[in-house]
T-cell receptor
Framework: GESVGLHLPTLSVQEGDNSIINCAYS??????FIWYKQESGKGPQFIID?????DKRQGQRVTVLLNKTVKHLSLQIAATQPGDSAVYFC????????????FGAGTRLAVHP | DGGITQSPKYLFRKEGQNVTLSCEQN?????MYWYRQDPGQGLRLIYY???????QKGDIAEGYSVSREKKESFPLTVTSAQKNPTAFYLC?????????????FGPGTRLTVT
């Protein structure tokens, strides 16, 4: 398949371990944050989102934590599986009239059996 | 089966030729977007449209053009003025308005210009 990112930071984990992917966002006024998963050669796929009035949100096997004090976002994946191997992007919504998302550079997650 | 489609998946063109990438959605979304993705980088916004017959430049609009004649369709033309057109192009759609909404992405078109 096509390579999404050749020089991205990589997080390597063992199958079954928990994964934590971190993201620093840029604008303290951002009010909406979203995590996407992108497999090689495919479009990004929604994982979970969170609004700025929340600190934590849980989905199925995933949790997003938002620390507005230090402008930090994290994605926790429980019991990581080989199918979780992909590039993960965080994005923030810049307030001001339309749904503009600013994407981070991404982190590659490599899950080893 | 709702979704967003892009065609073709792979596209090859000679330098100096214009090329149009297709994007169609049946999600009834007002807003549509075009992004460019290069290796090792995140997504960069080329153009966006919040409603039919209206669109605005994103962060890297030079060398690109779009139209929005129908709610379902938002084609992107990569012109010969784009200095480095080889990239992975992604189309997305979402509900419109302020406050932040999930953008739904298509499968992408990989354009190679030689």
């Amino acid at each position: 398949g096509e390579s999404v990112g050749l020089h991205l930071p990589t997080l390597s984990v063992q199958e079954g371990d928990n994964s934590i992917i971190n993201c620093a966002y840029s604008n303290s006024a951002s009010d909406y944050f979203i995590w996407y998963k992108q497999e090689s050669g495919k479009g990004p796929q929604f994982i979970i989102d969170i609004r700025s009035n929340m600190d934590k949100r849980q989905g199925q096997r995933v949790t997003v934590l938002l620390n507005k004090t230090v402008k930090h976002l994290s994605l926790q994946i429980a019991a990581t599986q080989p199918g979780d191997s992909a590039v993960y992007f965080c994005a923030e919504n810049m307030p001001g009239g339309y749904n503009k998302l600013i994407f981070g550079a991404g982190t590659r997650l490599a899950v080893h059996p | 089966d709702g979704g967003i489609t892009q065609s073709p998946k792979y596209l090859f063109r000679k330098e100096g030729q214009n090329v149009t990438l297709s994007c169609e959605q049946n999600l009834n979304h007002d807003a549509m977007y075009w992004y460019r993705q290069d290796p090792g980088q995140g997504l960069r916004l080329i153009y966006y449209s919040q409603i039919v017959n209206d669109f605005q430049k994103g962060d890297i609009a030079e060398g690109y053009s779009v139209s929005r004649e129908k709610k379902e369709s938002f084609p992107l033309t990569v012109t010969s003025a784009q200095k480095n057109p080889t990239a992975f192009y992604l189309c997305a759609s979402s509900a419109s308005g302020a406050g932040g909404y999930e953008q739904y992405f298509g499968p992408g078109t990989r354009l190679t210009v030689t």
